[in-house]
């Protein structure tokens, strides 16, 4: 094993186990580890011996805590997962002085607290001497401790700087990574670990989306630039009814079929729940944000329900039997996007504001995997019922998002475009977003004794799907050489028995 892989299975003990010896479960820690330093070392010299994708097997790798401990005390990991993720400077240097500032803020609290207990000890002594006439001495004793209090008020004022500036670094730093995320630079280091539908040659040479739905005359851009400017649409007729009758779809398939709770949420949110979630500090050039305040509070539009749903339990503690929640909710969704301008932005591709069905689901870390992987079938399960081809990719360390520790994208394909686009993307956060808006819950207890401390949630969300997305690739599989809209079985009784889309009179 490489020092890395060493280093990893000593934090798994370190962090996990009480015992000094390596007990069975130490020893799956460096198992787990070194199956999957293993495992994503065969991936990579078999993609680059055939130049085809495999799919990735599958492990269930302990987890670490991204916390100001582990960067004190294991920074060595933390900064293979930033260097994996193709992290700036900035971010690099932040884990060295977070580690500066932790030892600092030490110091300051033996001082503050050896202040404090001299005074403490001083303070009864001022008493005697007074009593007995003494009042030099116990001048002499209330200057000292004087000194001793401003000691320890100074030591807190610096230490609220520090945990100030502590914080805002930590702030940035992303989420670590899971073993099992290949390391590669963007997205094409991502894995290909299955598809479905794709057997046999693909269509290709279609007519794009937003060329068939403006024939048909269900889509007008123009009106929509004169309302918003760009990056706006406006649908009409049966293609307005057809992105509600995927709406519908999606939100009855998982309340009904998956045993998610429907839920419908805020549009607008305060900066807490976006710091909770991720999106803040880091990508705050991408929300829209409010000018006025919202209840006090500085707001924003929600870029996606993931941010409203996994917020509704911040703050709390759960009892463990309750887990794992799972939510379900319709939303627009909103994202200036300011990076993108001008990027692959024909059509209904990166618009301002789209529609989504979100997944979220709250769990114990012994949950997670298996949480993360059902996630993920449920949106497939969408996919296979539109009979839309697609695949499931396993993002690379370069490609992956800020909160995700471990995730997976469905790529469905489109014909007008003869490519394969991402449709709904899949994460399991593990505790990062749960220690952010500290999200708990406290395990069952087991026999007499204490009540078992908290432990942090673990979250996942996945889209089921993008319904802009969905509606484009129906838009490119479904189309007719004579220019009309076959519409997919399933959405049928939510079209009221309409078959085929037509040009609009």
Not at 124 to 141: C, H, V
Not at 361 to 378: G, K, L, M, N, Y
Not at 428 to 454: D, T, V, W
Request: with cysteine.
């Amino acid at each position: 094993a490489d020092n890395a892989l060493l280093n990893l299975a000593l934090a798994l003990h370190r962090r996990h186990c009480a015992a000094p010896l390596p007990p069975r479960k130490c020893v799956q820690h460096l198992q787990c580890a070194a199956a999957d330093s293993r495992m994503q070392q065969q991936l990579r010299r078999s993609a680059s011996r055939t130049g085809t994708p495999h799919a990735a097997v599958e492990t269930r790798p302990a987890t670490l805590i991204l916390d100001e401990r582990l960067i004190v005390e294991e920074p060595e990991l933390v900064l293979r997962s930033l260097h994996m993720r193709r992290a700036a400077d900035e971010q690099l240097a932040a884990v060295s002085r977070i580690g500066e500032l932790t030892k600092e803020r030490a110091v300051l609290v033996e001082k503050g607290n050896a202040a404090r207990a001299q005074r403490k000890a001083l303070s009864p002594k001022i008493g005697r001497l007074m009593k007995n006439g003494e009042t030099g001495a116990a001048d002499e004793l209330k200057a000292e401790v004087a000194t001793a209090a401003a000691i320890a008020s100074a030591a807190d004022e610096q230490m609220e700087a520090i945990e100030a500036e502590r914080k805002g670094l930590f702030d940035t730093l992303p989420n670590l990574l899971d073993p099992r995320t290949p390391d590669g630079a963007d997205e094409e280091a991502n894995i290909e670990v299955s598809s479905w539908g794709c057997d046999g040659e693909l269509p290709s040479g279609r007519e794009w989306h937003d060329d068939v739905a403006s024939a048909l005359g269900g889509l007008d851009m123009e009106a929509a630039a004169k309302l918003s400017g760009s990056r706006f649409a406006v649908l009409k007729g049966s293609l307005a009814r057809l992105e509600r009758a995927l709406i519908s779809f999606f939100v009855d398939t998982h309340t009904t079929k998956h045993g998610y709770t429907e839920v419908m949420v805020p549009y607008l949110v305060g900066r807490d729940a976006l710091e909770g979630t991720g999106q803040l500090p880091k990508f705050e050039e991408d929300l829209f944000r409010l000018d006025a305040p919202l209840n006090g509070r500085q707001g924003f539009l929600i870029p996606t329900a993931e941010v409203p749903l996994t917020n509704l339990h911040a703050g709390e503690i759960i009892d463990e039997p309750t887990l794992p929640i799972a939510y379900c909710a319709f939303t627009p969704c909103f994202r200036a996007e300011a990076g993108s301008h001008g990027k692959d932005t024909r059509g209904l591709f990166r618009q301002h504001q789209f529609h989504k069905v979100e997944l979220v689901r709250i769990c114990t870390p012994e949950q997670s995997d298996a949480e993360h992987h059902a996630v993920v079938q449920h949106a497939e399960t969408c996919l296979q019922l539109l009979k839309l081809p697609y695949r499931k990719m396993r993002l690379c360390s370069g490609d992956i998002g800020f909160s995700a520790m471990h995730c997976y994208d469905l790529e469905v394909w489109l014909p007008g475009q003869g490519r394969f686009r991402e449709i709904s993307s899949v994460s399991n956060c593990g505790s990062f977003q749960a220690r952010r808006m500290s999200l708990r819950y406290r395990p069952a207890q087991e026999g007499a004794g204490k009540p078992p401390k908290p432990v942090f949630c673990h979250t996942i969300n996945g889209s089921g799907l993008a319904v802009g997305r969905t509606l484009v690739a129906i838009l490119e599989n479904y189309q007719s050489d004579d220019g009309t809209i076959e519409v997919p079985e399933v959405l049928q009784p939510y079209m009221g028995g309409l078959k085929r889309i037509l040009p609009e009179p």
